[in-house]
């Protein structure tokens, strides 16, 4: 349920308000927008009547029922405003937002070796990225593949992050790991295979660190936002849903089947930003710069791609990702697309 309060409410008005909702046992959370403020309720909320909470206040506008089973996660929770997810980075502080520039991550499936990972920042900063992707822990499909440099791992992303400026994004894969992970990692990654782990989302969305949580290869937008509303029930508003391609029935010539539509449905549903992962989408290279073009004017906020110095010797996940010419090209042709969406960054001034 939301309290939609009238504009020019009294903060005194809101403070009061909120304090006689939680003498009924809920919990108000305080959502600020652009030009009103609204207070979503969560819990027991079926059998409370609007027109009762409507008679706690002449600032009340209105009081509407989120009909949806994710509730923080619904736009309706945020009364449609888009949320912003604000990363703080070594180069000052990055939006994930429907109303913002376009945001790039990019880099390696894996984090190799120092020098891959370093050279991989410095390339694809240079091309214009505002983060650097690159797992220290890696699921991967079979216990005989390269599992990641785990710990050792996060020691060379905390370099390429230093060398580079750049924000760093990672995957996190088990509840212990998270806070070693979260020294280094501006974003932590929830990978598709455990999108419903229920317990790490839980305690992912205790810590404060900004999130970002992919599809599952087989869920449903309502799963998908269901992994989200956990993270958010659990006290972390910093959510940001990466579509990475769904199973279907064709994997012939493409690992995945890249779920564009999911931006205009996503767009009616969630408040959310969202980020499309063309990478692992179609899994080959030649693939990529297309559907990241179609994902841009598709309207995504941000876009992910893997890029490796050498993909013919990467350990995981080569046949997919671009080298960093390849990339410097993407960048340059994506330009036009970026402007046309009203998506482009403005060049920071140094002094
Ligand atoms: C990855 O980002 O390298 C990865 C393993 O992604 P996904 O969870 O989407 O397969
Ligand atoms: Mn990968």
Redesign the pocket.
């Known amino acids: 349920m939301i309290v939609v309060m009238k504009v020019g409410t009294p903060q005194v008005e809101i403070d009061r308000v909120t304090a006689e909702l939680s003498t009924w046992g809920l919990s108000p959370e305080k959502i600020v927008g652009k030009h009103k403020v609204v207070l979503g309720l969560v819990g027991e909320t079926q059998e409370l009547d609007p027109y009762r909470i409507e008679e706690i206040s002449p600032w009340i506008e209105s009081v509407l029922r989120v009909e949806r089973p994710f509730k923080r996660a619904s736009l309706e929770y945020r009364h449609n405003e888009p949320s912003e997810v604000v990363v703080n980075t070594p180069s000052g502080d990055i939006i994930f937002g429907q109303n913002h520039p376009l945001v790039i991550t990019a880099g390696p499936?894996s984090v190799e070796n120092e020098e891959m990972i370093i050279e991989t920042a410095l390339r694809v900063k240079a091309a214009g990225a505002q983060f650097l992707r690159g797992?220290a822990y890696?699921?991967r499909t079979s216990p005989y593949s390269f599992q990641g440099h785990g710990e050792s791992a996060l020691e060379l992303l905390a370099a390429a992050r230093q060398a580079s400026g750049l924000g760093i994004i990672t995957?996190v894969m088990d509840s212990p790991d998270i806070d070693r992970i979260a020294e280094v990692a501006d974003v932590l990654?929830v990978?598709?295979?455990n999108m419903q782990n229920f317990s790490l989302l839980k305690r992912i969305g205790r810590q404060s660190k900004p999130v970002l949580l992919?599809r599952g290869m087989a869920a449903t937008i309502d799963d998908w936002l269901m992994a989200a509303e956990y993270i958010l029930a659990a006290g972390n508003p910093n959510v940001i849903l990466c579509e990475?391609g769904i199973r279907t029935f064709d994997s012939k010539y493409t690992r995945n089947t890249l779920d564009l539509s999911c931006i205009p449905v996503l767009r009616k549903l969630t408040h959310l930003p969202i980020m499309i992962?063309p990478s692992?989408g179609t899994g080959w290279s030649d693939f990529v710069p297309s559907m990241v073009k179609a994902a841009i004017v598709a309207g995504t906020d941000s876009i992910m791609v893997e890029v490796h110095p050498n993909p013919k010797k990467a350990l995981s996940?080569g046949p997919q990702s671009l080298n960093p010419d390849q990339f410097d090209q993407l960048m340059q042709e994506i330009k036009p697309l970026v402007q046309l969406m009203g998506r482009e960054r403005q060049p920071v001034l140094v002094r």
Do not use: L, V
Request: hydrophobic share 5%; glycine share 14%.
């Open positions: 499936c797992g890696k699921p995957e990654q990978g598709a295979r992919k990475r992962d692992h996940d």
